[in-house]
Structures are given as C-alpha cells and as structure tokens.
C-alpha cells in the first residue's frame, strides 16, 4: 500500500509553515542555555526562595506555562516546564527558541524496560524511537531521531565529573501511556530501549528542524515489564529531581 494511504508519513518540507513561532513571538533578552524541567516541584521551590525571576510566560488553554531565569555562577540560565506529552511540550520548546533561547538540556523521569534498572539510575537519551505523531512533521519518516552530540557529550563530561552513574540509550517514546502492551515493549527492548516516556522524539525533531542544540537527562522511574508493572512510587524521589535539574543546569551552560 502507498505510504501516503497514511497522513502520518506526508511529510511537507515546506520550511514556512501557516502559522511561525516567530510570526506570533518576537525575540526577547533571554538566556541562550535553558533547562527543560519536568519536576514542577522544583520550579517553584527556585521561584519561592526568589533565586528565579519570570521573564516570559507561554500560553495555551491549560493556563500560563512561565519561563524563569537565574544566575549560576555568574552566566545565564532560562528554564521552564514543557507540559506533558509530545504535541504540548514541542510546541512550547518552539516557543522558547522563537524567544531566543539556543541550547536546551531537558530533565525529567520515564518508565524502565529492564529490571534490573533501580530507580533514580539516570539515562541519557542518544536516540529515540519515533513511536508518536509530532517528529512526523519535522522530520522525514524514520524509525528514529537522534539528540544532539553536542548536548550528550556535555551531559556526559558532567556525569563523570560528578563521579554520577548513568547508562546511554536508546528510548521509546509513546503518545499512549495506557497502550504500552507486552509485545511492544519487547520489541522496544531488543533494538535497545531502555526508558519509555512521551516526548524526547519531538524534542529531538524540532531542534533539528530549527537547528538548536537539545539532549536530555532521564532518571529511572517506574518498572514496565510485561506482567510485572510497578510504578516503585517514582514520582515521591525529591532529592533526585532536586539533582538531576541541576545536573542538567551544569550540562546546559557547559555547552558553548
């Protein structure tokens, strides 16, 4: 059957879309480093101990999704919570390089395809495996997408440094958390996927397509193993997301 039976693979490299990100949102004086943060905790613990300033702010129909920014020893840092799910979080990274933010680390957790894998163990993303919609309209179909060498080699050089044990990766990232079914996640297994979560593929695609350095840092959450899920209570580790921001703070500005 002709691909283009299915929406999902016409791929358009019209390089202009109807609507910009920068038709809607002029540059601003930001921070050229941002880290991408998941743990909504740790935002406002660094906005309520005033270290964090807003400058901006991203609005859909959920509500306001702030951009702050801080001072780490001496150079600029922007950070932000994407949301969740593939189409919410690419669009607002969109947003932040419309504003003029440059070189993202993201932090967040995901689900472990292995055992043996304890919670709070941190993955780096090299790859990820387009199992969702949004990358298809950035990138040609592929089975996968690749961080930035740039941003996992400045992920890396902090983790050694840090003498912190991490294991690189390929992830599975899914559109639908409740249909992660035994087969697929075998099959994910075997071509190298360690870590299942929702949005490192379209993060990746876009900072292709709008040629911005983008990697991430994952900690290992809850366990999806066929017959054997177990969510390890994985959200409730707050000094490992309290670290990993700022492990991935130290990653994103050693990035020139």
């Given at each position: 059957?002709?691909?283009?039976?299915?929406?999902?693979?016409?791929?358009?490299?019209?390089?202009?879309?109807?609507?910009?990100?920068?038709h809607v949102l002029k540059p601003m004086d930001v921070a050229e480093h941002c880290v991408v943060c998941f743990f909504q905790e740790v935002i406002q613990d660094l906005v309520a101990s005033g270290r964090a300033r807003e400058v901006t702010k991203f609005i859909s129909e959920m509500g306001d999704h702030p951009m702050y920014e801080l001072e780490v020893q001496g150079q600029r840092l922007a950070f932000f919570h994407p949301g969740v799910g593939a189409?919410?979080?690419?669009?607002?990274?969109?947003?932040?390089?419309?504003?003029?933010?440059?070189?993202?680390?993201?932090?967040?957790?995901?689900?472990?395809?292995?055992?043996?894998?304890?919670?709070?163990?941190?993955?780096?993303?090299?790859?990820?495996?387009?199992?969702?919609?949004?990358?298809?309209?950035?990138?040609?179909?592929?089975?996968?997408?690749?961080?930035?060498?740039?941003?996992?080699?400045?992920?890396?050089?902090?983790?050694?440094?840090?003498?912190?044990?991490?294991?690189?990766?390929?992830?599975?990232?899914?559109?639908?958390?409740?249909?992660?079914?035994?087969?697929?996640?075998?099959?994910?297994?075997?071509?190298?996927?360690?870590?299942?979560?929702?949005?490192?593929?379209?993060?990746?695609?876009?900072?292709?397509?709008?040629?911005?350095?983008?990697?991430?840092?994952?900690?290992?959450?809850?366990?999806?193993?066929?017959?054997?899920?177990?969510?390890?209570?994985?959200?409730?580790?707050?000094?490992?997301?309290?670290?990993?921001?700022?492990?991935?703070?130290?990653?994103?500005?050693?990035?020139?």
């Amino acid at each position: 059957m002709n691909s283009q039976f299915y929406p999902i693979l016409e791929y358009d490299p019209a390089v202009e879309a109807i609507i910009e990100p920068s038709h809607v949102l002029k540059p601003m004086d930001v921070a050229e480093h941002c880290v991408v943060c998941f743990f909504q905790e740790v935002i406002q613990d660094l906005v309520a101990s005033g270290r964090a300033r807003e400058v901006t702010k991203f609005i859909s129909e959920m509500g306001d999704h702030p951009m702050y920014e801080l001072e780490v020893q001496g150079q600029r840092l922007a950070f932000f919570h994407p949301g969740v799910g593939a189409p919410l979080a690419a669009g607002i990274l969109e947003e932040a390089i419309a504003r003029g933010c440059r070189k993202f680390i993201a932090c967040g957790g995901c689900g472990v395809l292995a055992p043996e894998i304890a919670v709070g163990h941190l993955l780096v993303p090299i790859s990820a495996v387009r199992d969702e919609g949004t990358s298809y309209h950035y990138l040609p179909p592929a089975r996968e997408v690749s961080a930035s060498p740039e941003g996992v080699a400045a992920i890396e050089q902090v983790l050694k440094r840090r003498k912190v044990d991490y294991l690189l990766t390929k992830t599975w990232t899914t559109d639908a958390i409740y249909r992660e079914t035994a087969e697929r996640a075998s099959l994910r297994k075997q071509e190298g996927c360690l870590a299942v979560e929702m949005e490192a593929a379209s993060f990746f695609a876009v900072a292709q397509f709008r040629r911005v350095e983008f990697a991430q840092i994952l900690y290992s959450g809850d366990m999806v193993i066929p017959g054997a899920w177990d969510s390890r209570d994985w959200v409730s580790r707050g000094s490992i997301r309290q670290q990993l921001f700022w492990l991935a703070a130290e990653a994103c500005l050693a990035m020139g």
